[in-house]
């Protein structure tokens, strides 16, 4: 099975960058085996061999660490279901990579500090109070709805 390094009842969902690799956690719950494929620092590893299942909870979350991964690398999960079995893309991946047309491409690793939202000011509420948000109200004055 795959490394359990890292991992701990909060680790993210999706794919997370820990210094020395990342980790991965997805939920599904009736799945039979969750394997994780991919190119992790230069190193194929596509097959669905003992190495690369995911181990799974009791409450239905699939998790493993792989070393060496590192931002940029793509990834995806192999599935196998009671009735069916293929590769998923992760539902929390943050960015797609562009090595076959969609819905049939890979996942990749990013940092989530690398989008332009994460270096904004910080949107946190601290005190009660919403901090580095201007609001705006917007109101409808008058709507008409006529048929054609």
């Not at 493993?64 to 931002?71: H, L, M, S």
């Not at 819905?103 to 690398?114: M, T």
Request: aromatic residues 10%.
């Amino acid at each position: 099975m795959i490394s359990q390094a890292h991992i701990t009842a909060d680790t993210p969902m999706g794919a997370t960058l820990v210094n020395g690799g990342a980790t991965f956690r997805v939920w599904a719950p009736r799945a039979l085996a969750v394997y994780l494929n991919g190119t992790f620092g230069d190193v194929p590893q596509l097959e669905q061999t003992p190495d690369q299942l995911m181990v799974k909870d009791t409450n239905g979350y699939w998790t493993g660490f792989v070393a060496g991964a590192r931002e940029g690398d793509p990834y995806t999960f192999y599935v196998v279901g009671s009735g069916s079995r293929g590769v998923k893309r992760d539902p929390y991946a943050r960015e797609l990579a562009v090595d076959a047309p969609f819905p049939n491409c890979s996942c990749l690793i990013r940092n989530p500090r690398a989008y332009p939202a994460a270096a904004a000011p910080d949107r946190r509420v601290r005190d009660g109070i919403q901090h580095g948000v201007q609001r705006r109200r917007l109101f409808l004055s008058r709507l008409r709805l006529r048929g054609l």
